[in-house]
């Protein structure tokens, strides 16, 4: 079988992933054209990281990826 996707995420593409909502919610609130640069180069770097090579399921990685670094004030669901 392939790698876990919950739990062997290298530090660098949790980073990567954490530097994309920042990106994101820069964006959000100040959307220049240097801003969507940003968010886009961090995007693209995200996508490509070698992790993904590897990856059993590359959909499944990559929203257990999101859930697992999403800032700790945007995780919380009211619904539950």
Excluded: I, S
Aim: charged share 25%; proline share 8%.
């Amino acid at each position: 079988m392939g790698r876990c996707p919950t739990l062997n995420f290298p530090a660098d593409l949790l980073e990567l992933q954490r530097r994309w909502y920042t990106a994101e919610a820069d964006w959000a609130a100040d959307p220049t054209k240097e801003k969507r640069a940003a968010f886009t180069a961090v995007g693209a770097e995200l996508y490509a990281h070698p992790y993904w090579a590897g990856a059993e399921n590359r959909h499944k990685a990559a929203m257990k990826l999101k859930q697992t670094a999403r800032p700790n004030d945007a995780a919380q669901d009211p619904a539950t």
